[in-house]
């Protein structure tokens, strides 16, 4: 909205001249003239886009008579000429200011739109027949000031900001913005003193206008020019368009029907004769009138710019007159160029050409002697090879090669040596394998009693070298390959001399083939021959380490790298190698360092594939020699020697490859899988039969048996000591485990041997662990199950004839499964410390073992008390209270108990005994008081009450003469209600 001054609205108002006041300036400023008015609007109201510039005078800064895109500068003078300066800017844009309320229901009523749309429409309004140009959004009438500050609603809450952020959101008070500056006076004290002289000018211009123009006639001035331009476009507009078109030609069928409409004129002779004549005649003169037109437009446009062609007629004659001066000047220049180059350049230039001459030759001889030098490159590529210089003459070949493309190209007499040079370098190629090839092989096949680890590095150089320069890296395969046939045909050497040295095999079988013949060994005899394999084989495989050494020397130099010298191989051979090759190629690298690390990598694999394929081999020997089940029926010690034999084997092959190999591993897992097989099957039958034969009674135990006990309780490991014979001992009568007796048969002392066997195995073939583990736990669960079925299930009276399970049975099988609880923690332990850590979950049916021997140790107390609880039970069913006293029941419970502990005393450790007799104790006050409640016998000091305290005062006395349990009786009055 523009709010504007009183004396403004005013001056609008009046009919006065445009150029006096601005209508958008407040200050109240006066111009003395249209020329300052004009340079008021350049200045103030319009600004420059690119080239083109934009009248601003206008209300919200738009002109509405301009085009918003801008024009030039001549077209920008007209328009404030035209527009603003002759015409009352007041009266033909007036500047409205609307109320609030106005802008706010300005479009509520749709009558107010149509009588807007019939009236004639203003400049506020979008009309393309007046302003010629879209409407703009600075036309519209409606603001944000206006909505928000609309007097008409009183009530805040209809304001959307506070209604939605609260009544402090007008309140809050925003601060100064920190990446904004604060602008003072001072900054523009440079600015001022730069324009304060163009100011100066700019004022006295003001002040003292120039007089050369009256102001009175300017505008005069420019209306006539305005009404002269209208007049002449008036004109032109007349002229149809067609004329003016670019490509107007009345060849054309189409423009010349357009031009001359012959229909028309043909269509006027049907009605009358003279209507044609008269419509060419009408049709002449129009052409004369648009000529007539044209001409007046072009003797205007003559008349306007006669004074720039008389100008150019004038500088014409000039022109000609330069010309003839210039050429003059040009003439005599060229015959001094030429007098110069005639006493002065001529002979100079002979001196350059006998110098070219000269050099020419020079050239000439040079060629010839590199004639001659590569003449006899054949001869000399022919030395080379005779003496094995590969590399010598594969450089040869290159040089010669570059030599015939750069130096000597298109030498009629060379025209076939280029092909000849390519199919010697094949030549070569093919020498170089071959010759690669009889050297492995010599190499690898060589005695094996000769301690070189590898023979003719000189020339395993050379090959390994020329193959480099000509990037032919098949001598990795080729190696590959004959150290894979040297180690087959090494181990089948091996076996053949080792099984022909045995009369034995010679006398029994001399017509099978080489494996069945390795058959016929026995175990000695196949360990013999195996340990010598191993060190054949090894032989062969540092050989190999020590040629791809070399290679990978070889490699690096030619790549450019340093030598690593390596620990284990010749530091001298390395060295010398290195000095060597140094010398002959001049640090020339010849391959990329990607290739070397390719290559490199490849020589590390091909070492790890030849370690791979011994083991292959090796497991073939082994496969061989296990069929019908020799490696099965290996006893312990005997699996435990091949098996360190075989780990120290692979682990040589690991230490020479630097890479773990899982083949001859694996085979060694399988076989030891059948061997845990056949070693558990055999224990766990023997611990069956024993079982099955038991008595279950206690058994001495021998001396041995108390040593490994006390080996184990010494070292906290299960491990049997050193073999040791004690003749002059005599055997115990209970096991002294942590000063505690142990009543045991003889079957626990079996199976604690079995125990240290397996773990003795576990700690000679570790890889065996995790189903060692599983098959141990499989045996002490056969015990557990099986001393069941015996005792509780009564088993063993079918098995061994026992006539029945006493509790001297059931004590005995208790203790002997206490003896075997105390070292599953220790089994467990031992198992643990031996399994990989993913395996480790496995000690868990330790756990679940524990538990199940626990659990058979309660059932054996619960069977003795029940027995016990038994007699109590039938005894007091039969008791009646009177005389004589003590009862006989009474005596026959005493007297049970007495045999009860009898049986046990020896048995079980004090501990147990007093908390199975406080099981049956208070199973005896139960029933006890169960019948006095049935007899309605009461603690009342009656005879009944005397005659039950005499019979419990017979029962105390009685279990108090017993060991250990006189303070059991200290308390028996809670058998009365």
Request: net charge neutral.
């Amino acid at each position: 909205m523009f709010e504007l001054k009183n004396t403004h609205r005013q001056t609008l108002s009046k009919p006065t001249v445009a150029w006096k006041y601005c209508s958008l300036c407040k200050a109240s400023e006066t111009f003395k003239s249209p020329r300052e008015f004009c340079r008021h609007l350049r200045e103030y109201h319009c600004s420059k886009e690119g080239g083109s510039y934009v009248c601003r005078y206008g209300a919200n800064n738009v002109c509405p008579t301009l085009p918003i895109e801008g024009v030039s500068d001549r077209d920008y003078e007209d328009h404030v000429a035209r527009d603003h300066v002759s015409v009352d800017f007041a009266h033909k844009n007036p500047i409205k200011v609307m109320p609030s309320s106005q802008a706010a229901g300005s479009g509520s009523s749709e009558s107010s739109r149509a009588s807007s749309r019939d009236s004639t429409p203003t400049i506020h309004e979008p009309s393309i027949v007046t302003d010629q140009h879209k409407w703009t959004i600075y036309n519209s009438k409606v603001n944000l000031p206006a909505v928000l500050n609309d007097p008409r609603f009183v009530k805040r809450e209809t304001d959307f900001f506070t209604k939605t952020w609260g009544l402090e959101f007008e309140m809050n008070h925003t601060g100064p913005s920190m990446y904004v500056p604060e602008i003072k006076r001072e900054h523009f004290s440079g600015y001022l003193r730069k324009v304060s002289s163009r100011l100066a000018d700019h004022q006295r211009i003001r002040d003292n206008p120039p007089q050369s123009s009256s102001p009175e006639n300017f505008p005069e001035i420019l209306l006539a020019r305005r009404l002269h331009n209208e007049k002449s476009r008036t004109e032109l507009e007349q002229v149809p368009k067609l004329f003016l078109l670019p490509n107007f030609n009345l060849e054309n069928r189409d423009t010349f029907n357009a031009v001359f409409p012959w229909q028309q004129i043909e269509a006027g002779w049907q009605g009358n004769h003279l209507q044609p004549k008269q419509s060419s005649k009408l049709l002449q003169e129009k052409m004369s009138h648009y000529l007539d037109i044209v001409e007046v437009q072009i003797a205007r446009q003559i008349s306007v710019r006669s004074e720039a062609f008389f100008h150019a007629m004038t500088s014409q004659d000039e022109l000609d007159e330069n010309m003839k001066t210039t050429c003059e000047a040009v003439k005599n220049l060229r015959e001094k160029i030429k007098n110069i180059d005639t006493k002065f350049v001529n002979n100079p230039l002979k001196i350059l050409t006998y110098a070219r001459t000269r050099a020419n030759y020079i050239k000439l001889y040079n060629k010839l002697k590199l004639m001659a030098t590569v003449h006899q490159t054949q001869p000399t590529i022919q030395m080379l090879l005779s003496s094995n210089e590969f590399v010598g003459a594969i450089d040869l070949i290159k040089t010669t090669q570059d030599v015939l493309n750069q130096e000597l190209p298109g030498i009629h007499s060379f025209r076939h040596l280029g092909s000849q040079l390519a199919e010697m370098e094949k030549l070569i190629d093919k020498m170089m394998q071959a010759d690669f090839v009889r050297y492995s092989s010599s190499d690898l096949n060589r005695p094996l009693n000769e301690t070189d680890q590898i023979m003719e590095e000189d020339r395993l150089v050379s090959i390994v070298f020329g193959m480099l320069r000509q990037h032919k890296y098949t001598f990795i395969n080729i190696y590959k390959e004959e150290t894979c046939t040297a180690l087959k045909a090494v181990i089948k050497q091996t076996v053949v001399e080792e099984v022909s040295v045995i009369e034995d095999v010679e006398s029994e079988n001399n017509s099978g083939t080489l494996a069945d013949q390795m058959r016929l060994l026995n175990y000695e005899q196949w360990m013999s021959l195996l340990k010598l394999i191993f060190n054949n084989v090894l032989i062969i495989l540092n050989r190999a380490k020590a040629s791809c050494h070399v290679i990978c020397d070889v490699i690096s130099i030619a790549a450019g790298k340093t030598v690593t010298e390596d620990d284990e191989c010749d530091t001298e051979s390395t060295s010398r190698l290195s000095h060597s090759l140094s010398l002959e190629n001049d640090s020339e690298v010849m391959m990329s360092d990607s290739d070397h690390e390719k290559q490199c990598s490849d020589v590390r694999e091909m070492l790890c594939a030849i370690c791979d394929h011994a083991n292959d081999r090796v497991v073939k020997v082994l496969q061989a020699r296990s069929k019908h089940g020799f490696l099965e029926k290996l006893g312990s010690s005997e699996f435990v020697s091949l098996s360190r034999e075989v780990e120290n084997f692979v682990s040589d092959c690991e230490a020479i490859c630097g890479r773990k190999s899982t083949l001859l591993r694996g085979c060694l897992q399988g076989q030891a899988s059948r061997f845990v097989t056949q070693f558990h099957e055999a224990r766990r039958q023997k611990l069956s039969l024993l079982l099955d034969n038991e008595r279950w009674k206690q058994a001495d135990v021998p001396l041995e048996f108390q040593c490994i006990i006390d080996h184990i309780e010494t070292t906290g490991c299960l491990q049997k000591p050193d073999k040791r014979f004690f003749t002059s001992q005599k055997a115990a009568e209970f096991l002294i485990i942590k000063e505690q007796k142990y009543a045991v048969v003889g079957t626990v002392l079996m199976l604690m041997k079995i125990v240290l066997e397996y773990c003795r195995c576990i700690e000679d073939i570790p890889g065996i662990a995790p189903d060692l583990l599983t098959r141990l736990v499989d045996l002490l669960k056969t015990f557990n199950s099986k001393s069941c079925q015996l005792i509780l299930g009564a088993g063993a009276l079918k098995a061994v004839g026992l006539k029945k399970i006493t509790t001297k049975n059931l004590v005995l099988t208790s203790r002997c499964l206490q003896v075997i609880i105390l070292y599953i923690p220790m089994m467990r332990k031992h198992f643990e410390d031996k399994l990989l850590e993913k395996q480790k979950h496995l000690v868990k049916h330790f756990d679940q073992l524990l538990k199940d021997y626990m659990d058979h140790i309660s059932e054996i107390s619960n069977k003795l008390v029940s027995i016990m609880t038994g007699i109590i039970e039938e005894c007091l069913t039969e008791w009646e209270v009177k005389p004589p006293m003590p009862s006989a029941n009474f005596r026959v419970i005493s007297k049970q108990m007495c045999k009860f502990h009898e049986a046990i005393v020896d048995l079980l450790p004090r501990e147990q005994m007093q908390e199975l007799f406080s099981k049956i104790n208070e199973c005896f006050k139960f029933h006890l008081r169960n019948q006095l409640q049935r007899l309605n016998v009461t603690n009342n000091g009656g005879p009944q009450h005397g005659l039950v305290t005499t019979d419990l005062a017979h029962y105390t006395g009685n279990l108090k003469t017993l060991e250990g349990l006189g303070h059991l009786m200290d308390n028996m009055d809670d058998v009365w209600l």
